[in-house]
Nanobody, 130 residues
């Protein structure tokens, strides 16, 4: 079972930045592709970014492209989501997921495919408001 803990959320003004962390325990993240998801109140969970385990390729949903950056620090066993130019539409609980199948995460991010996952953590709340 993969246990991931998200952190780094908070309240930020429009235009501000935050860096989210996804830390793993019990597994080595370099064996997994990692995806970041978010769920806003009253909306379904959506995939925003993913990073492959093989070559570190990254992909982003159109809604965050150019503003968010996903990265992985294997030494720290942590994946980050650096978020810039935040706007109120980014307000959501953010979650990460570890998957042995990069294609599943890619399909979720690039095509909006439904993503089934049984190990969601508590997530971290991001609120963008003035």
């Amino acid at each position: 079972q993969v246990q991931l803990v998200e952190s780094g959320g908070g309240l930020v003004q429009p235009g501000g930045s935050l860096r989210l962390s996804c830390a793993a325990s019990g597994v080595t993240l370099d064996h997994y592709a990692i995806g970041w998801f978010r769920q806003a109140p009253g909306k379904e969970r959506e995939a925003v970014s993913c990073i492959s385990k093989s070559d570190g390729s990254t992909y982003y949903a159109d809604s965050v492209k150019g503003r968010f950056t996903i990265s992985k620090d294997n030494a720290q066993n942590t994946v980050y989501l650096q978020m810039y130019s935040l706007n109120p539409e980014d307000t959501a609980v953010y979650y990460c997921a570890a998957d042995t199948s990069f294609l599943r995460l890619y399909a979720a991010v690039h095509h909006g495919a439904q993503y089934e996952y049984n190990d969601w953590g508590q997530g971290t709340q991001v609120t963008v408001s003035s």
